[in-house]
């Protein structure tokens, strides 16, 4: 064996993290650290004006949490995905909890009129991120003990989503539509992949357009969010003044943006551009090619977790499957959300960008997702590898 031969069998070893005699998907992996990388780029120039005499505050803050969520990552890609479906109420119950104690103050730290964080010393722990992986896990668990009632029961969504308006209930008490919101369609697509009635689909659109309404007119803080978000510059100096810099930033980045580092509106005009705003700043400094490039990544994801999910359904596992769906629908709405805030397509919403925006709660707890997706695709394809053998003996 030469010594290329060596360096390329360690490379090799080096890059297989499970057994010789077994595969991954390689390219989800990649992704996730693509992705992850890609952020640690975006929020480290988007931060730079942020804190006095130390513009690298947000960039080391933002590398630790990278380090932080790789190590996640290989932890929870060990973790046999029976315990999860053995645990899942347990996770319920700890959601629950965490939702109750931020919401205490002394406990919960508030921020900007909202209580959503407990201060861990390093960083502030967000329990509406554990929260949306907890409900996810839930419901896959449910949705398998409960598979033939679900589908075959008028009202067998009743359960779900009294669940999830627990949880609801309490991100509101912070407050935290967007994050209620999420909680709402992942149970909704869930019930959806089941093959829930259809009665039950149209009475969720009439219940959740409802309340979603009578959140929105009873506020005054989110009725004007969602009326400054169809003009943001009739009032661009007051309820319209974030959106309309972060419509400015993607003006002046056109199509090839300014490049790296050549961002004016983080500068003191885009108020926090590294969090909910950061692709605001790519798109300034990277133009729309570089938001293309991130779009394509992440829906590149998207689908690997879709096929994950339906390739684990084929192999008759229904939590995996189920699970993995789950994750998928999660990861696209809140991009999609992110994304079309920041365009003022929608309202803005306090939902970061998946993998990109700075937050160690959102890229922890994102990570251990990925981690899931990884661990159901490698043991689908062990379950192949086995039922292929059993066909040649």
Known sequence: MTFLDKIKDNYQDWLRITPK???????????????????????????????????????????SYFLLSVITFFVFLKVHTET?????????????????????????????????????????FQPAEFAKLALTCFLAGYFTRRYDEVRSRKLS?????????TMGVLLIQQPDL????????ITFCMLFIVGAHLFQFLALIGIGGLLFG?????????????????DPFQDYLGDGYQLSQSLMAF????????????????LGALPEPHT???????????????????????????????????????????????????????????????????LGLLPTKGLTFPLISYGGSSLIIMSMAVSILLRIDYENRQMTIGNAILRDD
């Open 214 to 230: 009578v959140l929105v007119v009873t506020s005054e803080y989110r009725w004007k969010r969602m009326t400054s978000f169809m």
């Open 21 to 63: 005699n077994s595969l991954y998907d390689r390219g989800l992996f990649w992704l996730f650290i693509i992705l992850l990388l890609v952020g640690v780029v975006a929020v480290s120039s988007a931060s730079v004006a942020e804190v006095d005499k130390n513009p690298f505050f947000y960039t080391k803050r933002d590398l």
């Open 251 to 266: 003006g002046r980045g056109e199509f090839f943006g300014e490049g790296l580092g050549n961002s004016i509106q983080k």
């Open 157 to 165: 969504a009743f359960k779900p989503l009294l669940v999830m308006g």
């Open 84 to 124: 999860w479906k053995k645990y899942h109420v347990y996770m319920f119950w700890i959601a629950l909890f965490l939702l109750i104690i931020v919401l205490i103050p002394g406990i919960g730290s508030k921020v900007n009129g909202s209580r959503r964080w407990i201060n861990l010393i390093y960083f502030n």
């Open 276 to 342: 909910d705003f950061v692709l605001a700043i790519v798109g300034e400094e990277f133009g729309l090619i570089g938001i293309f490039v991130i779009i394509i990544l992440l829906s590149l994801l998207i689908f690997k977790a879709l096929s994950i999910g339906k390739n684990a359904l084929l192999l008759e596992q229904r939590f995996k499957g189920f699970l993995a769906f789950g994750i998928s629908f999660w990861i696209f709405f809140q991009g999609f959300v992110n994304l079309g805030m920041a």
């Open 178 to 185: 967007g994050s209620t919101v999420v909680l709402f369609v």
